[in-house]
């Protein structure tokens, strides 16, 4: 049955990859919202062939959420099925930096975006979050969905803060809220401030790849590609409707995650191996040059597995397709 979805930092990568989902899967209508005033990009969106082919189904609408969104802005929306909060800064560095108007963007962002869901009454309201709400993984056992809440930097602040509005909302006024929790996506577009793009290009120009860690605490981390993570969104829609109150106490929540945990080194050298290229890197200690930062991320995907969601691609071949991508298509790794 065709719908509509709001997708809420369209312009970002995740965001770009999801309507390149949508667009592939189904035959919905996707209504895109971003400020471009952060990290989003119009190339993210309009450089995707898929994009170019259903252009139609595309409304994309330039507005900064951390102001509400007005009567007009609503009526050129028009109807919508589901919301997708995808939207927030997401940089850890840059909330360790300036933490103030970190913390206010994805505050006041998640507050408008609900407030505008109270009017309009969708099916389903998606909260992405990140697995660093809980903090750091201790040992080899995943956080669990509703584990204790123990931000450590203001970007996982910020994203505790915006489950816990948006928490309020989902009892308070019925808003249909999910929450997703989700960890290190990548994949094709991404900002080159990250990670996996930062070995790419590092390797590529045989210049050395800072790996957080020291010997023997090499950090790590559970990737997911963002086109996986797409994929989630979209199953998660289609199976599972929120839960509400007061049938339930809490809104139903799910981890996303990828199937393997590489420790941060390991990466730099699948991406070496991949390019056929030596590997230059140095290891920083990463508690004195990033205070805030968790060396080990972890996620327990059971219970989205056990609801029956299985990642339509496995690591090994999304890494190497988007290595190889980044090498075809270096502008991306010069923004």
Excluded: C
Aim: hydrophobic fraction near 40%; glycine fraction near 6%.
């Amino acid at each position: 049955m065709s719908a509509k979805v709001l997708v809420t930092g369209i312009g970002g990568f995740i965001g770009s990859h999801l309507m390149e989902h949508i667009l592939h899967n189904t035959d919905w209508d996707i209504v895109g919202i971003d400020s471009f005033r952060h990290k989003g990009l119009t190339d993210r969106i309009t450089d995707t062939r898929i994009w170019q082919i259903f252009s139609d189904r595309v409304k994309v609408i330039t507005h900064d959420l951390t102001a509400p969104i007005s009567p007009l802005t609503i009526d050129d929306i028009g109807s919508i099925d589901y919301i997708i909060n995808m939207a927030s800064e997401s940089h850890v560095d840059r909330s360790i930096d300036y933490p103030v108007p970190f913390i206010k963007n994805n505050v006041d962002l998640v507050l408008n975006v609900l407030e505008y869901a109270r009017i309009v009454k969708p099916k389903a309201f998606i909260q992405i979050s990140t697995d660093e709400v809980y903090g750091p993984m201790y040992g080899s056992f995943g956080h669990p969905e509703w584990d204790t809440i123990l931000p450590s930097n203001p970007y996982s602040a910020s994203k505790a803060a915006q489950e816990a509005i948006a928490i309020s909302y989902w009892r308070t006024y019925s808003v249909p809220v999910v929450i997703t929790n989700t960890m290190n996506n990548y994949g094709e577009r991404q900002d080159p401030e990250k990670y996996l793009p930062k070995i790419i290009r590092s390797v590529l120009t045989g210049n050395t790849v800072t790996v957080h860690g020291r010997p023997g605490d090499i950090g790590s981390r559970f990737w997911l590609h963002a086109r996986n993570h797409s994929d989630a969104l979209l199953w998660l829609l289609n199976n599972v409707p929120p839960q509400m109150f007061p049938e339930f106490n809490a809104p139903i929540r799910f981890n996303i995650v990828g199937d393997k945990q590489i420790d941060n080194l390991e990466m730099a050298q699948l991406v070496s191996k991949i390019l056929n290229k030596p590997l230059n890197y140095v290891l920083e200690d990463f508690h004195s040059t990033r205070p805030g930062h968790d060396p080990h991320y972890g996620l327990n995907g059971h219970l989205l597995h056990l609801a029956g969601w299985r990642p339509p691609v496995d690591l090994e071949s999304s890494l190497t397709n988007t290595v190889l991508w980044y090498e075809a298509n270096p502008k991306w790794l010069k923004l």
